[in-house]
């Protein structure tokens, strides 16, 4: 009785661990793909880095955006560098 004891807490703590961080952390994950995934021309993002800028560019393949941060001033940064999506354009009709 008492290995099952000594076998049952660790189990136990295991799966406390598991639902209170691992399982957050994974849907956070989630939702950020998601989130750059959907990037479309015209969205207004933040970096991690802290610039603020506006999407002109979706480059395929190379997992690249291109974010004018002000007039005639455009950089390519990297998809997931991309921390938030401020505004959504509409989808073209």
Do not use: C, W
Request: proline share 3%; glycine share 6%.
């Amino acid at each position: 009785m008492e290995a099952l004891n000594a076998l049952l807490f660790p189990l136990l703590i295991i799966g406390i661990f598991y639902l209170l961080v691992f399982r957050p952390q994974q849907k956070k994950m989630k939702a950020h793909q998601t989130m750059v995934s959907n990037l479309r021309r015209g969205d207004e993002v933040i970096t991690q880095g802290g610039l603020k800028g506006k999407v002109t560019k979706v480059v395929e393949g190379e997992n690249e955006v291109e974010v004018e941060l002000a007039k005639d001033m455009r950089v390519r940064v990297v998809q997931s560098t991309i921390a938030d999506v401020v505004s959504k354009t509409e989808p073209a009709k």
